[in-house]
């Protein structure tokens, strides 16, 4: 895997990699393949980082710094109390079947998102909504009960993207909206295939066609970029491979940062973890050092609460859970938990079944042994995010400011806080920047203090790409390959 290309080879992959962008055209490497590519029915982000700004759009959406930017509203007037939201939307936009987007379309979204009925994962970003108006065809009035200083936030997620009536069914396999690219094909296990959308109502982009393909297998993603048989790869799976791609001056290596909380999730319906002793035991028993070594060799920023380090309201929670194998011995001895068997489902990422295998290891230092599944990541939707069979999983939300998922008890780790709930809804209808801060530093403090989860590290985002290509987002403020400003270096 290793071993230098001959000289003909080299030659050939320069060759393809000249056709690619003679054709404006772009290969780009996913680990996870989508469960479905409606945005607004399925947690999975890999659901996002196929359809975001590329497919769907918003009200507003994220830029790559991670700012609120207009997207289908041009933009906005907020009443003096908070509570009434008028947006002017852009103007010739229209579907990708050829209907036009009108206001109808968006009250349409919205009050299909916030439905008893909803199927949308994020269904509390649109909880506060009292009512939405169209004004006109390009007027949208959003009426809230009360206050919410993260409205704007909330309606950039790939989540509240606008939708047509007539395609909304079916958009898990023919996705239809009103951005930059179309979808073109899905052939299943392999690709996703788009292509430029000739009549969108914005900056047209570079890019005439962009393919997705699907390779979880660490050596094979290093096999296809070494070949050129993707230009390139936005989460790189074998980070243990990064100082070759830095020393090759075909690729660029490309390190940021993600809002991916990398955590041991613990199912608190399950009758040894719903004691804060045992919880507060497998957090003493986890090095996060050895994890982050082990399974990114060594990228990866610890955490001790489900908050990205980079955000301004961050505290560093990591020393409520140094490693002390000792302390968690005598924690499971103090629960009568000794001999305790849990078991542990691993999801296909690098993080998860290489993290997983050092976890184990770390936790049957301590008594706890472990029973490994690898499970894939439809099953592990169904069994574990869905159905709430499991024990204990490794999994890295990437979702920006998520916190509030600790506010859900029918969440799949079941946690069950009336004060944490409280510290949710004051934050909610909390305008001030300087007094919500403190509340967000107050909810990171209580579930670290409550052990719910054992916070292991902020996942990195480590990706390869062929030098010549601009525009890829360093960081990712929301699961997402945006390729609006994608384009091949002349």
């Known amino acids: 895997m290793t071993r230098p290309l001959g000289l003909a080879a080299a030659a050939l992959i320069a060759l393809g990699a000249?056709?690619?962008?003679?054709?404006?055209?772009?290969?780009?490497?996913?680990?996870?393949?989508?469960?479905?590519?409606?945005?607004?029915?399925?947690?999975?982000?890999?659901?996002?980082?196929?359809?975001?700004?590329?497919?769907?759009?918003?009200?507003?959406?994220?830029?790559?710094?991670?700012?609120?930017?207009?997207?289908?509203?041009?933009?906005?007037?907020?009443?003096?109390?908070?509570?009434?939201?008028?947006?002017?939307?852009?103007?010739?936009?229209?579907?990708?079947?050829?209907?036009?987007?009108?206001?109808?379309?968006?009250?349409?979204?919205?009050?299909?998102?916030?439905?008893?009925?909803?199927?949308?994962?994020?269904?509390?970003?649109?909880?506060?909504?009292?009512?939405?108006?169209?004004?006109?065809?390009?007027?949208?009035?959003?009426?809230?009960?009360?206050?919410?200083?993260?409205?704007?936030?909330?309606?950039?997620?790939?989540?509240?993207?606008?939708?047509?009536?007539?395609?909304?069914e079916t958009n898990a396999t023919n996705p239809i909206g009103t951005g930059p690219f179309r979808f073109v094909r899905w052939a299943q296990g392999d690709r996703i295939e788009l292509e430029r959308n000739p009549d969108y109502w914005g900056a047209p982009v570079a890019l005439e066609r962009a393919t997705f393909r699907f390779?979880?297998?660490?050596?094979?993603?290093?096999?296809?970029?070494?070949?050129?048989?993707?230009?390139?790869?936005?989460?790189?799976?074998?980070?243990?491979?990064?100082?070759?791609?830095?020393?090759?001056?075909?690729?660029?290596?490309?390190?940021?940062?993600?809002?991916?909380?990398?955590?041991?999730?613990?199912?608190?319906?399950?009758?040894?973890?719903?004691?804060?002793?045992?919880?507060?035991?497998?957090?003493?028993?986890?090095?996060?050092?050895?994890?982050?070594?082990?399974?990114?060799?060594?990228?990866?920023?610890?955490?001790?609460?489900?908050?990205?380090?980079?955000?301004?309201f961050y505290v560093d929670l990591t020393d409520l859970s140094p490693h002390d194998p000792d302390a968690a011995r005598a924690l499971l001895a103090e629960a009568g938990a000794e001999g305790l068997s849990l078991r542990l489902a691993l999801p296909p990422p690098t993080y998860a079944r290489r993290g997983g295998e050092i976890v184990a290891a770390q936790l049957r230092a301590v008594g706890i042994e472990t029973q490994i599944s690898n499970v894939e990541w439809a099953q592990w939707l169904e069994q574990v995010f869905r159905g709430h069979d499991f024990d204990l999983t490794i999994i890295s939300h990437t979702e920006p400011m998520d916190i509030g998922i600790y506010g859900r008890p029918d969440y799949y780790f079941g946690y069950d806080s009336a004060e944490f709930q409280a510290l949710m809804a004051e934050i909610t209808a909390t305008a001030d920047p300087e007094a919500r801060a403190d509340l967000y530093r107050q909810a990171q403090r209580h579930i670290a203090e409550d052990y719910v989860n054992a916070y292991l590290f902020q996942l990195p985002k480590t990706g390869v790409a062929d030098a010549r290509i601009e525009g890829l987002w360093e960081n990712a403020p929301v699961p997402a390959n945006d390729l609006t400003a994608v384009r091949w270096a002349d």
């Open 18 to 168: 000249t056709a690619t962008q003679a054709q404006n055209a772009i290969s780009l490497g996913m680990v996870l393949e989508p469960p479905g590519l409606d945005p607004t029915a399925g947690a999975a982000a890999a659901i996002r980082e196929v359809t975001y700004a590329n497919i769907f759009e918003g009200l507003t959406r994220f830029g790559p710094d991670g700012a609120v930017l207009p997207a289908l509203a041009r933009s906005w007037e907020i009443s003096a109390d908070g509570t009434v939201y008028t947006f002017r939307l852009a103007e010739g936009v229209s579907f990708h079947d050829g209907t036009p987007m009108t206001a109808a379309d968006v009250v349409f979204s919205l009050d299909r998102a916030r439905a008893e009925d909803s199927t949308n994962a994020q269904k509390q970003l649109f909880a506060g909504i009292a009512s939405v108006e169209a004004v006109d065809d390009a007027t949208v009035r959003v009426t809230l009960e009360q206050p919410d200083g993260a409205f704007l936030f909330n309606m950039a997620w790939g989540d509240a993207v606008i939708l047509s009536p007539a395609s909304a």
């Open 215 to 312: 390779i979880s297998d660490p050596s094979a993603a290093f096999a296809a970029m070494m070949a050129g048989d993707v230009d390139a790869f936005p989460n790189f799976p074998a980070p243990e491979t990064l100082t070759q791609f830095e020393a090759d001056p075909r690729f660029s290596v490309i390190v940021g940062s993600t809002e991916g909380e990398t955590i041991i999730a613990m199912n608190h319906r399950t009758e040894a973890l719903s004691d804060i002793r045992v919880r507060q035991a497998i957090a003493h028993a986890v090095n996060r050092q050895d994890i982050i070594d082990g399974a990114m060799f060594g990228h990866g920023t610890p955490i001790g609460t489900h908050f990205a380090p980079h955000h301004p």
